[in-house]
């Protein structure tokens, strides 16, 4: 099984800041990482998948990069919006396995 | 719209069983390969099963093989999860997702999740 490794557990920024958020597998996953935003009881939503591709709808001020073991998922201008928990998920490999997650909170 | 929205959950004991259920709506259901992840403070996100679009293969997390099983009825557009021999460490929050139609795995709609809690 693959272990999915996100740092940090909690991020602390100011609005209209820029936030990194870093995830790592314990063995290369290619290009298929996917990034899910998730806020107090709501459905995770979709925000990135194979490393770097946005579905419709996704603000582009998310972008993500990386590949083998090592990912990033940036947000440019972090919004009031876009406080939430941000979980990584390989889907390379089966049992799909998900990061631990890093909240993103208000500084 | 499209939403998916998961059912069946409560108190049970150990031992006990119980079936979920999630409702599909705004698209194609039987188009998708459908999942049930389950979330929970300790463990995170954690996938639990994987099923095809007419539900004739399932995948299973080891963790759950042989205790649970994932069906669907197409007509219902609706997907189950049959959980048998609950124990507490299944206490979590179940939810249901659609897998992308795309290439790869990731999964593109969740529903917002019901609660299973088990305990004495």
């Known amino acids: 099984e693959i272990v999915m490794t996100q740092s940090p557990a909690t991020l602390s920024v100011s609005p209209g800041e820029r936030a990194t958020l870093s995830c790592r597998a314990s063995q290369s996953v290619s290009s298929s990482l996917a990034w899910y935003q998730q806020k107090p009881g709501q459905a995770p939503r979709l925000l990135i998948y194979?490393?770097?591709a946005r579905p419709t709808g996704i603000p582009a001020r998310f972008s993500g990069s990386g590949s083998g073991t090592e990912f990033t998922l940036t947000i440019s201008s972090l919004q009031s919006d876009d406080f939430a928990v941000y979980y990584c998920?390989?889907?390379?490999?089966?049992?799909?396995?998900f990061g631990g997650g890093t909240k993103v909170e208000t500084k | 719209e499209v939403q998916l929205v998961e059912s069946g959950g409560g108190l049970v004991q150990p031992g006990g069983s119980l079936r979920l259920s999630c409702g599909a709506s705004?698209?194609?259901?039987?188009?998708?390969?459908m999942h049930w992840v389950r979330q929970t403070p300790g463990m995170g996100l954690v996938w639990v099963s994987r099923?095809?679009?007419?539900?004739?293969?399932?995948l299973y997390a080891d963790s759950v093989k042989g205790r649970f099983t994932i069906s669907r009825d197409n007509a219902k557009d609706t997907l189950y999860l049959q959980m048998n021999s609950l124990r507490a460490e299944d206490t979590a929050v179940y939810y249901c997702?659609?897998?992308?139609?795309?290439?790869?795995?990731?999964?593109?709609?969740w529903g917002r999740g019901t609660l299973v809690t088990v305990s004495s």
């Open positions: 194979d490393a770097s």
């Open positions: 705004g698209f194609t259901f039987d188009s998708y390969w």
């Open positions: 998920q390989q889907h390379n490999n089966w049992p799909l396995t």
């Open positions: 997702a659609r897998e992308t139609a795309l290439t790869g795995y990731y999964l593109d709609l």
């Open positions: 099923v095809k679009t007419d539900g004739s293969i399932a």
